[in-house]
């Protein structure tokens, strides 16, 4: 086998990146916005509302009115069955919103998981908002509720993607009639960011009804994209300039008391009490300073566990709500495995003391991002405090497309007094004065999202090291309603530092063609069906194959939403480190050695409208060293609408290897009860056992909304050893916060 000689890699990546630069730019340059013409003028009230899911305030009388839907599934090429009237205002504090949801001619109750925030929006029967203040195409808000009440509010990023992370002030009420539901909300502007002046905002609605089987929108969304699209937005016109929300000061304290112990070590029962808070301040309507001092996120979930065969570090997503809000700017800069900033790095291994994130627009064409937090030393680790700085930074070019550069900065403290972690020490981890990670990045959106794509370059600095610390990527998609063809190449250097991101694998080069044929018959139950082949391959610096996954499958969609894949997979790999294929400790596989395999999978997922659903996975097929791997994995889910939401989550693991490792098994078992009383009181139970790690963990949190974004939480959290059964550590926190709005 030829080997390429390390000097030839810049020459062979050149080519990519000059095609994605020709492709890039030359697609960038349609402006047009496609449904501009979908226009909904929006006036002052005449006479208070009352948010209370009646319709007969004066107000709405005279207020602008959007109808007519389009339907965007199950097929995009007419008006909607189902009608869907929606209204808007404003006065000097509030935007309001009346949507009149009527029914079709299916009868039977309506579809929601529960009372629960932030619900699955394939699951429910729900109306949406989604708005784009700046009318970028790019960043917003969405807001809306489901049939029974449960609220939705999240940012928007990427053109269309959301994040239900985010929490904020707002009001609604939903109230069910004989022939309609109606949702009525207000949001307060001091909610969103918005740039004094611009009278004219993106703006959609989208309707979900699932016993029609229908979604959609009022202005049209081709049905390959999610109805969160901004680039197929219609435009709210201001008859008037949007009021300024004053002053944009809130306040947002907390305390909590716990108790806890660790049966393990066998040391007492440790009772602790915390206080803190956040603070946000609004620089400008659309700029916002985000402050903390001694955070506490004992109420956010805990991660869903998986069984873990991969060679490489799993990702875990940032549930905190101080770094959400812009959050994009600084986590989703690059690929979802080249990350060079991960937030969930802050502040898990050390307590966070304090920090600061200034985030926003300055106007329609630059977006900023800056943020600094302090942590403070672990003496029993030799964890020194550390500082992370990010500062990041955005500008529109094009219609929707933009530039953006990013800054990271680690820089640790001297050790800790006492600590034993010394240079010679090698049972302490040592830590670098500094990592510092600079990078831009230029996203390809067209103005009617049909090519999207990305070019990145980054660049690490560490102490001590010197060169192979550049990492480089590019990637492009078109994405028809016929076809979808995607390319990526990766390559991430040998010595490229990533302390505060998620790079988990390093020194290779990786191309990834995928493409993807849909067929749309006429009739009968099947919606659409067609192949998708996908390839994967890995290569190091000397261009010699290490790796390569290649995928072909065939996707079957039936009109009432449910799908079938079946699928054949091939395999191989070259390992670079020993690697025990168990993940459990046993032996490990020399470096150096090769294997591959053929897998076949079959993929079920089921009709959304049933009280009972399900998505069931399973694959057969041969591993390393010659053995066989059974993986079936699947979650099931029973609702007793509207007030209980169970769902099980059920994955179960066999290998068949030669010895040393022999037949192992592992069984992942994940209950989910999600009780809500009201849409104001949930209860939340999660139950966890993971044989592979050997632990079962309990996680209950009652959650009592007593005002919007102020919150009252009891958090019980427990860890057993399965075999003996025994407790391993156990905590229970009693929790309390206020949202006060100067």
Same mark, same amino acid.
């Given at each position: ?62 207020? /602008? ?58 699951? *429910? ?19 809306? /509720?489901? $049939? ?177 809000? *812009? ?49 403070? /030393? ?119 530092? $990533? ?42 610096? /000397? ?49 150096? =050695? @090769?294997?591959?395999?053929? =897998? ?14 399900? $998505?069931?996975?399973? &694959? ?5 060293? *010659? ?44 209950? @989910? ?27 209950? @949190? ?26 391993? *550590? &156990? ?12």
């Amino acid at each position: 086998m030829y080997f390429y000689p390390v000097s030839k890699l810049t020459d062979i990546v050149k080519p990519y990146v000059l095609f994605f630069v020709w492709c890039l730019f030359s697609i960038a340059s349609f402006a047009q916005k496609k449904n501009y013409s979908y226009q909904l003028h929006i006036q002052p009230v005449s006479s208070p509302i009352k948010i209370d899911g009646d319709a007969d305030d004066i107000a709405w009388q005279t207020a /602008a009115t959007a109808d007519n839907f389009f339907m965007v599934l199950p097929m995009d090429t007419s008006f909607a069955e189902v009608k869907t009237v929606v209204k808007v205002a404003f006065d000097k504090q509030n935007l309001y919103l009346l949507a009149v949801c009527y029914n079709g001619k299916e009868e039977g109750p309506y579809m929601v998981e529960s009372l629960k925030r932030d619900f699955s929006f394939l699951k *429910n029967d729900n109306f949406l908002l989604f708005i784009d203040p700046f009318d970028d195409r790019t960043n917003g808000f969405t807001f809306g /509720a489901n $049939a029974a009440g449960a609220q939705w509010d999240g940012t928007m990023y990427e053109g269309g993607k959301v994040d239900l992370s985010w929490d904020n002030k707002w009001y609604s009420v939903v109230k069910n009639y004989d022939d309609k539901w109606i949702l009525e909300a207000a949001i307060p502007f001091k909610t969103i960011r918005f740039k004094k002046g611009i009278r004219e905002w993106g703006i959609n609605f989208s309707r979900n009804d699932l016993k029609s089987k229908e979604k959609s929108s009022w202005a049209p969304v081709p049905r390959q994209f999610p109805t969160a699209s901004l680039a197929y937005t219609g435009t709210l016109v201001w008859d008037e300039p949007p009021p300024e929300p004053g002053p944009n000061i809130s306040l947002i304290p907390y305390a909590l008391v716990g108790v806890s112990k660790d049966y393990e070590k066998r040391t007492p029962a440790t009772f602790h009490h915390e206080i803190g808070g956040d603070a946000k301040i609004g620089i400008t309507s659309s700029l916002n300073l985000d402050l903390t001092v001694n955070p506490d996120f004992s109420q956010v979930d805990v991660d869903q566990q998986v069984t873990n065969l991969s060679r490489f570090e799993l990702f875990y997503p940032e549930k905190r709500q101080f770094f959400l809000e *812009n959050g994009d700017q600084f986590s989703n800069f690059g690929y979802p495995t080249i990350r060079p900033f991960f937030s969930r790095r802050i502040g898990l291994d050390a307590p966070i003391r304090a920090g600061a994130r200034l985030s926003g627009k300055i106007d329609k064409n630059w977006r900023i991002g800056g943020m600094d937090m302090q942590t403070g /030393a672990v003496d029993s680790a030799g964890l020194p405090s550390q500082n992370f700085a990010v500062i990041a930074l955005q500008r529109k070019i094009f219609s929707r497309s933009n530039i953006g550069f990013i800054f990271i900065n680690k820089q640790s403290g001297d050790p800790p007094s006492g600590s034993t972690s010394q240079p010679s020490d090698t049972t302490k981890t040592t830590y670098n004065k500094y990592n510092r990670n600079i990078g831009m990045e230029f996203n390809l959106a067209s103005s009617n999202n049909i090519v999207p794509g990305k070019l990145l370059l980054l660049k690490s600095f560490t102490p001590g090291v010197k060169g192979q610390d550049w990492t480089q990527a590019g990637n492009i998609l078109y994405a028809s309603k016929k076809w979808n063809l995607f390319f990526q190449y990766e390559y991430v250097g040998a010595s490229y530092n $990533a302390e505060v991101g998620y790079v988990p694998r390093k020194d290779y080069l990786k191309l990834n063609p995928q493409m993807t044929r849909n067929f749309f018959p006429k009739g009968g139950i099947v919606l659409s069906h067609g192949p998708q082949i996908t390839s994967t391959y890995y290569f190091n610096t /000397a261009l010699h194959r290490t790796d390569n996954e290649s995928v072909l499958a065939y996707l079957v969609t039936f009109r009432d939403r449910s799908t079938i894949t079946a699928s054949v997979l091939h395999d191989y790999v070259e390992l670079l480190a020993p690697f025990d294929p168990t993940n459990s400790g046993k032996d490990s596989l020399a470096t150096g =050695t @090769r294997h591959w395999w053929n =897998t076949a999978g079959l993929d079920i997922l089921s009709k959304p409208q049933s009280l009972f659903t399900y $998505a069931l996975s399973f &694959r057969y097929g041969g591993y390393y060293a *010659n053995g066989e791997k059974l993986v079936l994995s699947g979650t099931l889910g029973y609702r007793f609408q509207p007030y209980v939401s169970i769902l099980m989550n059920l994955s179960y693991s066999n290998l068949n290897m030669p010895q040393p490792w022999g037949k192992t098994s592992f069984w992942l078992v994940g209950p @989910r009860i999600d009780l809500t009383l009201t849409n104001k009181l949930f209860l939340t139970t999660f139950l966890q056992y993971n044989q592979q790690s050997q632990n079962m963990n309990i996680n209950a @949190r009652l959650q009592w909304r007593y005002k919007p974004a102020s919150d009252i939480f009891l958090v019980y959290t427990d860890n057993y050893l399965p075999a003996p059964f025994a407790v391993r *550590n &156990r905590e229970i926190v009693l929790k309390f916060n206020y949202w006060w709005n100067l």
